[in-house]
């Protein structure tokens, strides 16, 4: 009979040391990267810290070289070069860093009431009266029209001012309560508070224009410049382990830095492949995958393109081609945990439980698989044979009961391009809410699974 058992019985005060540790680097990620450029920075920097080199700057590369190819400051293709040629195949894991948050308006600014707030536009599955009455950050960059780039960050830092969106009182919320969970708020009263102090002088729009005045002061920006910046809104709070005995770790953006993280430290810790190795952080996969750093955009081919160019000294399209076609791919996503408070939305017998590994996810999609890849039953082998080999503690799971719902990931666009694809990643309780909670036993074993697939 086949039956996963929670991991935490197996796993002796060595291995719970390494385990503990392990989290603490990751809250730090987490902390340091709540925007996908964050995200990226904070991997770029880890990278040149482990002697990554920029890709675009060699003539050639060798085996054993470390390379990265950042592109728009939201994707960090990172590679390490193997025995193998290249066109052999290269083994892929694959995370998006974008998270569930609210993006600032291209005219955001209004007062009203005697308050200034900030009109947003969500990005990504919400459920909308989850981000009401808790503290925010803001993040982000606004280019201002002689291009100047000014960096903004607020909210995070000891001694920071937070925002904030309202909710109604429960005293006036009769009819609020009757609605239904999609509407209780609504897309367009996800206004942030940013100020209240007037401008004395002005008898119009006082509080909007002393805010501005703040922001030119402080930031010299104006107005206009909000239709040129990129502002993300995301939960003021940091990383902390969760529960009396600290074994799970709550926090803002584990869908998905939690597999950007453990792949990254995997690959850090790769030495001599036989196979080029890739890591790669990619954006957009909240919203479908689109725009040119979503894993439909051309920038994934043309980094694997220069690759081919720069191990091989020549590049042709049936080289690409022939390339992905024998390379492998985790598409390293989170998966739903059983949640016990809300059992009827799972299948028991093929849920994901916390802290019994990480997570084989043979299909994703909706209803009947729609939007999946679909991994093989030849490559669910070979995986599973990877991961025993190498001692990783691992489930597999579907995500939800059929017809109950449903989600999708990246798979399919790297399934698309004639890889063997599956996915496989961290179960979290209350995924895309603006505090997810993951198992440190699952966050560490996503980190073995990775480096087994490398070095497989």
Request: glycine share 8%; charged share 25%; hydrophobic share 40%.
């Amino acid at each position: 009979m086949f039956q996963k058992e929670n991991g935490w019985k197996t796993v002796d005060d060595a291995l719970k040391e390494k385990i503990f540790a392990f989290s603490e680097g990751y809250k730090q990620y987490l902390d340091a990267g709540k925007t996908e450029r964050l995200a990226c920075a904070e991997a770029l920097r880890l990278a040149k810290e482990q002697g990554f080199t920029n890709l675009e700057g060699k003539e050639s590369l060798a085996c054993g070289d470390k390379v990265y190819f950042v592109n728009r400051d939201k994707n960090l293709f990172l590679a390490v070069i193997g025995e193998e040629e290249v066109e052999k195949g290269i083994s892929f894991v694959i995370s998006h860093i974008d998270s569930p948050r609210m993006d600032v308006k291209a005219n955001p600014v209004y007062s009203d009431g005697g308050l200034t707030l900030l009109k947003t536009h969500y990005y990504g599955g919400i459920k909308k009266y989850q981000w009401t009455a808790v503290p925010l950050a803001i993040h982000g960059v606004v280019v201002k029209v002689d291009g100047e780039r000014v960096q903004i960050s607020v909210g995070d830092e000891p001694g920071d001012p937070v925002l904030y969106i309202s909710d109604l009182l429960i005293h006036l919320a009769t009819d609020q309560m009757q609605k239904k969970a999609t509407e209780v708020v609504t897309g367009e009263a996800l206004n942030v508070l940013a100020g209240s102090l007037p401008e004395k002088e002005s008898e119009k729009d006082a509080e909007k224009e002393a805010l501005l005045a703040l922001l030119h002061e402080k930031y010299g920006i104006t107005e206009e410049d909000f239709l040129s910046a990129e502002l993300e809104i995301v939960p003021a709070y940091p990383a902390k382990d969760v529960g009396f005995d600290r074994s799970l770790v709550g926090a803002y953006g584990h869908d998905d830095r939690v597999c950007a993280y453990t792949s990254l430290q995997a690959l850090f810790d790769l030495n001599q492949p036989k196979k080029t190795a890739v890591c790669l952080l990619t954006d957009k996969e909240e919203i479908g995958s689109m725009g040119n750093t979503g894993m439909r955009s051309a920038f994934f081919e043309y980094a694997v393109a220069l690759l081919i160019e720069k191990t091989v000294g020549s590049y042709n399209e049936l080289k690409l081609k022939r390339t992905f076609r024998n390379s492998c791919c985790l598409s390293s996503d989170v998966n739903a945990g059983y949640d016990p408070t809300y059992p009827e939305v799972m299948d028991k017998m093929n849920a994901a439980f916390m802290g019994r590994g990480v997570v084989l996810t043979k299909y994703t999609g909706s209803r009947g698989k729609s939007g999946s890849s679909d991994a093989s039953a030849e490559f669910m082998g070979k995986i599973r044979r990877c991961f025993d080999t190498h001692g990783v503690m691992w489930q597999s799971a579907e995500l939800g009961k059929v017809d109950c719902g449903g989600g999708g990931t990246i798979a399919q666009y790297v399934a698309n391009l004639d890889m063997e694809v599956v996915d496989c990643g961290v179960p979290l309780l209350s995924m895309h809410a603006p505090y997810e909670v993951a198992s440190k036993l699952d966050i560490y074993m996503a980190y073995k699974a990775y480096c087994a697939f490398y070095e497989a």
